[in-house]
């Protein structure tokens, strides 16, 4: 789905602080690392607290990464909070075919309109809020988001990313990783493309 | 140099066991630790270096290392314990950054001159007032003058590799100095990125054992540390104890080689990226150089002869090489992460000073930048290549990025 034009992928979350926009940035770096890729994982580190906005960020590469700088021109964005697609100006800098992964209740077309996107960006919806709610019983929309991001790498099958969910999550207890299995293989099958 | 070679040999008969995770360059840090496994580390934690006393603090209690773990009530106890276990005999870590490494200020210059061979893990964080958490170098730019070894690293691999090597430096019998693996904080020490590691037993091969020379604890052989000593033998002392920096760049240059035989990595002095032929020359240090690089690339693409070069080494500061790489030049423009307010900033001083000698000038220009973490983009480093181009120099410092504008 990603353009392959480019030599160096760059995404950009958006979340609030709590929500696990960083570890889901960290666990996405991770699952493209075991993939052959060339990555890094770094959160924009302010004032912590929960609840506060909070951008993380991805490199993606086959190559060697060595700038370092805050992701200014991201390929993929990533709202992990419903209510940010006005207040955190997820399109800022964007590129014009960038996609948007949104965690929404929305229908796609809609989320394309609010955040006033041209013709060659793509929008994914996927409630991930809701998901969770229903899997895990708490609002922890990273699973599902990162399922959905399945149909963006797609050099990297869902099973890769339940794969390594798993692994890095062991310790959890057999109902609660099921229950993210489940929640990753929901968010790719839900996820609305726009 | 036989000793590399047969090295090199015994690498390629035994095919050093390496893997690759995901780790972050304090981690890597921590890593190095728990695999060197020192006597003693004495350390209070404090932002962006947490993180390495954290995660090492988990291995000692977890039973991974022996180390004799010194929880203190404050940086200036910290490097005091450490000073005083090295002196006995003991291999010594810690880490810290800015504030924390300001309060040590008053004990670097004794570790120093007691030739105790402490390896610092330092990541660069801005000196307050006003606080801020982000990178600069302004904590261990005042260091320079404390008679330790500096090392700036671009990246986590390199913070990895260079804690490894800077334990064998440390404590070579013609360096014995202390030395400081300087990271940037949060840039390098807090981004999750591949790093590949030696396995335990190779680390192990490669660090030894440390043989101390004139220990505390070698009743035998009674020596005595901090003694008072006036006019008559001071200076002799401390031009005594300037032979150990001087040797370092013979001993570097063996133990990178060494270690490049593990790894297959090695590191100069002086990272010179495409600037054996180019015209124009930004010289920078730590994590910013990969943007410089990145843009030199670029800039090679449209026919501009750029090059960058990065400062591995600041202490001791490697003059010839500097000078040679830059000698014959269209324009160098020199980027500090940290200002000498008043003077000539760190690295821009160092350089000048380096041309000096030819006979042909070069021009420099000054640039401060990234100060309390502001962030360094390419379109900076194009502007500083243009600004070379346009042969636009001024003789004050330019700062790069302020909002108020760059001049």
């Known amino acids: 789905m990603v353009n392959t034009a480019y030599t160096t992928i760059e995404v950009r979350w958006h979340g609030r602080g709590g929500q696990g926009a960083k570890s889901a940035s960290a666990i996405l770096a991770e699952v493209l690392f075991e993939e052959g890729k060339h990555v890094q994982a770094f959160p924009e580190y302010g004032a912590e607290r929960q609840g506060a906005p909070i951008r993380a960020y991805n490199r993606v590469s086959n190559t060697p990464i060595r700038r370092r700088c805050g992701v200014q021109n991201p390929h993929i964005v990533v709202v992990v909070d419903p209510t940010m697609v006005e207040s955190a100006n997820p399109s800022e800098g964007c590129r014009e075919d960038a996609i948007y992964l949104v965690n929404s209740t929305e229908d796609a077309k809609v989320l394309r309109e609010r955040l006033n996107l041209s013709k060659a960006a793509r929008v994914l919806a996927v409630d991930a809020t809701k998901i969770t709610l229903e899997e895990l019983g708490q609002n922890r929309p990273n699973a599902p988001l990162l399922g959905a991001l399945s149909h963006v790498f797609t050099d990297v099958s869902v099973d890769a990313f339940v794969e390594h969910f798993v692994s890095k999550m062991r310790q959890l207890p057999a109902p609660v990783l099921e229950a993210n299995k489940r929640a990753i293989l929901r968010g790719r099958e839900e996820a609305i493309i726009a | ?407």
């Open chain 2, 1 to 407: 140099m036989a000793k590399t070679l047969e090295m090199l040999v015994n690498t390629l008969a035994r095919n050093v066991e390496k893997h690759k995770e995901m780790t972050s360059g304090n981690l890597a840090f921590a890593e190095a630790m728990r695999q060197i496994n020192p006597d003693v580390v004495a350390a209070y934690p404090i932002t962006p270096s947490t993180e390495i006393p954290m995660r090492f603090a988990e291995f000692v209690a977890d039973g991974q290392v022996d180390t004799e773990y010194v929880a203190v009530e404050s940086e200036h106890s910290a490097i005091t314990a450490c000073v005083g276990a090295s002196v006995s005999g003991g291999r010594v870590m810690t880490a810290s950054s800015a504030n924390g490494v300001g309060l040590m200020h008053e004990v670097f210059p004794i570790a120093a001159a007691f030739r105790a061979p402490i390896v610092f893990g330092l990541v660069n964080r801005s000196l307050g007032a006003p606080v801020n958490i982000h990178c600069d170098h302004s904590d261990s730019m005042p260091e320079r003058d404390s008679g330790w070894v500096q090392i700036y690293c671009e990246d986590a691999q390199e913070v990895y590799d260079t804690a490894l090597l800077s334990v064998r430096l440390a404590e070579h019998k013609d360096v014995l100095t202390p030395v400081f693996v300087c990271q940037d904080g949060f840039i390098t020490s807090h981004c999750y990125e591949a790093v590949e590691m030696l396995s335990d037993e190779a680390v192990k091969e490669f660090v030894g054992e440390r043989t101390p020379h004139y220990p505390l604890l070698d009743v035998d052989n009674p020596v005595s540390y901090g003694s008072f000593v006036m006019s008559e033998h001071y200076f002799e002392i401390k031009r005594n104890q300037m032979e150990g920096m001087f040797n370092v760049p013979r001993v570097y240059d063996e133990v990178s080689k060494e270690l490049a035989a593990y790894t297959g990595r090695e590191y100069p002095m002086l990272d010179c990226y495409r600037t054996e032929d180019a015209e124009y020359v930004v010289v920078i240090m730590s994590s910013a150089a990969g943007v410089v690089k990145d843009v030199v690339d670029d800039l090679r693409n449209r026919g501009i002869k750029a090059g960058c070069l990065r400062v591995r080494m600041f202490r001791p500061f490697p003059r010839e090489a500097v000078k040679d790489a830059l000698a014959g030049k269209k324009g160098v423009a020199v980027l500090d992460r940290s200002a000498s307010i008043g003077g000539t900033a760190p690295i821009a001083s160092e350089v000048k000073s380096a041309l000096y000698d030819l006979s042909e000038k070069v021009p420099v220009q000054e640039y401060i930048f990234g100060l309390g973490g502001r962030d360094f983009f390419p379109k900076d480093a194009e502007m500083v290549f243009e600004m070379l181009e346009e042969n636009d120099y001024t003789s004050d410092a330019r700062f790069i990025g302020l909002l108020e504008g760059d001049k």
